[in-house]
């Protein structure tokens, strides 16, 4: 259930026909037709000199100039005899002279891919396979020096592209038992971390990650191909409890063909490395409760590590990729919830804190990048409000502070090499994206995409604006909600209600940023005559540690408790029909839908929950063990807030929705809650989708469940 978010750019379209425009929407136009996807910026690089950014357009990477938005050159343009299939993506090296396209790419899990890389070499015009020894992953130019390092069947290997030399750095690579250079599923899920290698900024070594999970326990999946017999597919997978994979850092120098270990002790999670200089890698270490991070100096060529930092929590400590040294060797700035707030510190090479650089009663949400030769700052935050996003620049010493972003609403920033430029992605709840390019000082450059069409199609439909509002829980808890009502809204006549809920720690639903698809599933849904409504709970996000972490050990208490709350103050409204309000949610927000139709049977009388979590016992042990603890220390924590042990009190109507291929949130799950629905002799609906994963997608499936979805809601509520 990882939150974390990756900005993406390239312009980017689907292809969509003329349709006629009524003002309602169908939910063909939305899932089959795609009427209402934006444009969106995709793998825009800045070029290495910051007045230059590159575009791939489908057959060809094209040189534009920021300052103008003028086509300068085509770099490098598709020969079919070289490329027959095209190329998903691109990445240059470290001076611009080559490129390495990835082709053929196919999905693992979250992140991860399989692909075909090929490279060009732009000075000579070749095409050539980095490698015919297979199916890549994870293929990174090295900073400096023509050379590309990957990984094959859980093998670290890299290519000289100068000397046309494959190396393979190991050979103990075995599926479910050994993996180098890449990462197991649990640690590409819950920390993000996906390639497992990192090249020295010389390009003179690389520190890798050696995964043992041998003996972490399998889960199998049966997959229905139309054969006889389903196929089963095996993977590590580590519950709660259960024992992880065997993690060390190994460094290996290109020079000698040597490797050394980290000797950084025996952490439970590594879920970091980054190098400090050419000579020193960084790594950082958890404890199981993930309440005590270390960060580890390791000599490079010895291997010897000695603590640079320690942080402790008495919850636990989330993880993100705001540590940046500074290259003055002055320090390292740190993003830390150590005051209460996540903000930014100044922090020694002997450990001890220089400067806390931000501080209030607000969030800090990204590190944005550090402007060394300006003294510079950049951060994204949501001191303006929980709803919002900010970019801000501050100096390192923490004075003259600039907002930077002024629009209300939400900003996504990206910068150019140098900090000339930044792209700044703005939408709000009820408006699509809008790219612009602004300068460092924030002043508008050119618009690059402002979705004008879809907002076109947006004002020809029977819509209406969501508005936000607050209300105060009788444990004098304000929350943020946001609501949705009927175009021809009548304040005497009375409604029904449907909610939409997540609710998991750290994240949002109720936010000024646009929607997306469930968006206009929702305004299809005002259309037919509901109030839709999304309330964040406690527990969730851009709100401080304290908000957040109240749940800690309990994980679905004080959440189902505020959903509930806000559905009774609903109910009080005069304009609601309190015995018809509805609960929505996907996975955790699954899992608050079974809990809030059986703690609340009372209050809620028809929810859907698709794919939910029905014990946390049945999930994985690093977001769980997080958020819980473990079974040893949270022992009664795990069946007191699980759905199963109140289905006695369900009495509603509840469509559960789960697909076998999940890997994520194992059908296992709603297995269980079907048991024991049974055993309490309650009736539901089901609706099982074979071999789909977490996301339930593929051709007709989307517009498949919500059809299904939306019959559910007008039959039930």
């Known amino acids: 259930m990882n939150i974390f978010k990756k900005q993406l750019w390239l312009l ?15 939910l063909e136009d939305l899932w089959q037709n795609y009427q209402y996807v934006p444009r969106y910026l995709s793998e825009l690089r800045s070029m290495n000199d910051g007045e230059h950014y590159s575009v791939n357009e489908g057959n060809a990477v094209v040189r534009y100039a920021f300052a103008t938005g003028e086509v300068v050159d085509t770099i490098y343009a598709i020969d079919e005899k070289d490329l027959p299939s095209g190329f998903s993506s691109y990445t240059f090296n470290d001076d611009e002279t080559a490129l390495l396209l990835a082709t053929d790419m196919e999905s693992r899990y979250r992140y991860a891919t399989f692909e075909k890389n090929y490279v060009v070499n732009l ?8 490698t015919s020894t297979g199916k890549q992953m994870y293929a990174d130019f090295a900073p400096a020096g023509n050379k590309v390092a990957y990984v094959i069947d859980n093998d670290l290997y890299f290519t000289d592209l100068n000397a046309k030399e494959e190396t393979r750095i190991t050979s103990d690579g075995l599926l479910n038992s050994i ?22 900024p010389d390009g003179k070594k690389i520190a890798y990650y050696r995964f043992d999970e041998t003996a972490v326990p399998e889960f199998t999946m049966p997959f229905f191909r139309g054969d006889v017999y389903p196929e089963m597919y095996t993977f590590k997978y580590p519950k709660v409890g259960e024992v992880n994979a065997k993690v060390s850092i190994w460094i290996y120098d290109l020079s000698t063909g040597q490797k050394v270990a980290a000797q950084i002790g025996t952490p439970e999670y590594i879920p970091r490395i980054k190098w400090i200089d050419t000579a020193h890698l960084c790594v950082t270490t958890m404890n199981r409760l993930q309440n005590e991070l270390q960060l580890v100096n390791v000599d490079a060529n010895t291997g010897k590590g000695s603590t640079l930092f320690t942080e402790t929590a008495s919850t636990y400590i989330e993880i993100n990729d705001d540590l940046t040294f500074l290259e003055d060797g002055s320090g390292f700035i740190w993003r830390s919830e150590m005051d209460g707030y996540s903000h930014l510190y100044h922090i020694g090479m002997d450990g001890k804190l220089i400067k806390q650089i931000t501080s209030g009663n607000w969030d800090v ?14 951060y994204m935050s949501v001191e303006k409000s929980p709803l919002e996003r900010h970019l801000y620049a501050v100096r390192l010493d923490g004075y003259k502070k600039r907002q930077l972003t002024t629009e209300a609403g939400t900003n996504s920033v990206t910068f150019s090499n140098g900090f000339k430029y930044y792209v700044n992605t703005h939408s709000t709840l009820n408006s699509p994206p809008v790219f612009t390019l602004y300068n460092s000082n924030g002043k508008v450059v050119r618009v690059l995409e402002d979705n004008a069409a879809l907002q076109g199609k947006m004002d020809k439909l029977d819509m209406v604006d969501a508005e936000f509002f607050q209300f105060t829980t009788s444990e004098n808890i304000t929350l943020n909600g946001y609501m949705m009502k009927p175009a021809n809204f009548d304040p005497k006549k009375k409604y029904p209600v449907f909610m939409y809920v997540y609710g998991g720690p750290g994240s949002q639903t109720v936010t000024d940023s646009y929607g997306g698809f469930n968006y206009f599933w929702f305004q299809m849904l005002t259309q037919k005559g509901y109030i839709v409504v999304s309330v964040d709970n406690r527990g969730t996000g851009a709100r401080g540690r304290d908000f957040r972490a109240v749940t800690y050990e309990n994980l679905g208490k004080y959440e189902t408790m505020d959903q509930i709350e806000a559905a009774r103050w609903l109910g009080k409204q005069s304009y609601v029909d309190a015995s018809r309000i509805g609960i929505f949610g996907w996975s955790y927000g699954g899992y608050m839908t079974a809990l809030c139709m059986t703690k609340g049977a009372d209050v809620f009388n028809a929810g859907i929950s698709v794919a939910p979590v029905s014990n946390w016992k049945y999930y994985d042990n690093i977001y769980t063990e997080r958020y819980m603890g473990t079974l040893e220390t949270n022992p009664e924590g795990f069946d007191i807030n699980s759905p199963t042990s109140y289905t006695d009190l369900f009495k509603g109507e509840m469509l559960l929705v789960h697909g076998t291929g999940d890997d994520n949130v194992h059908w296992q799950n ?22 789909r994963n977490h996301g339930i997608y593929g051709g007709t499936t989307r517009l498949n469940l919500y059809t299904k979805m939306t019959h559910f809601l007008l039959e039930n509520l």
Request: glycine share 6%.
């Open 670 to 691: 709603s297995a269980e809650l079907i048991n024991a629905l049974v055993k309490s002799n309650k009736q539901f609906d089901l609706m099982i989708y074979p071999n």
């Open 12 to 26: 980017f379209l689907l292809p969509t026909a003329v349709f006629a425009q009524s003002g309602a929407i169908t």
């Open 123 to 130: 000075q000579k015009g070749s095409v050539m396979p980095l």
């Open 179 to 200: 993996i180098n250079g890449g990462s197991d599923w649990v640690y590409e899920e819950e920390f993000a971390l996906v390639r497992a290698f990192e090249w020295s």
């Open 365 to 378: 949400t990204e590190f944005m990048g550090y402007d060394a030769a300006n003294s510079l700052i950049y």
